[in-house]
């Protein structure tokens, strides 16, 4: 497997409407791709914000290491963190 880039996964107001609207033939879930690691640790927050779920899943690949990374963020006391996370 080649490295990809990072992404996250969230649904939102807006996506669930259009899943609900649409008699469940849209995926409700939304998945936002980054150039960098980096560009998605800066929006983080707002995608923890605006997520109807308590918790995001994000996919990465890491330097030099074959496999996917997952973690899995939630706000913990108004900051995000991270609350689980390894390797699939």
Do not use: C, D
């Not at 939304?30 to 308590?54: F, G, M, S, V």
């Amino acid at each position: 497997m080649s490295n990809f880039k990072p992404q996250v996964t969230i649904i939102t107001e807006e996506t669930r409407r259009e899943y609900v609207n649409g008699y469940g033939k849209k995926n409700p879930y939304r998945t936002i791709q980054y150039p960098t690691y980096r560009e998605l640790k800066k929006n983080i927050q707002r995608h923890l914000e605006e997520n109807l779920e308590a918790t995001i899943s994000v996919l990465r690949s890491r330097r030099g290491e074959w496999g996917e990374y997952f973690e899995n963020w939630q706000l913990v006391n108004g900051k995000a963190g991270i609350i689980k996370q390894g390797w699939m």
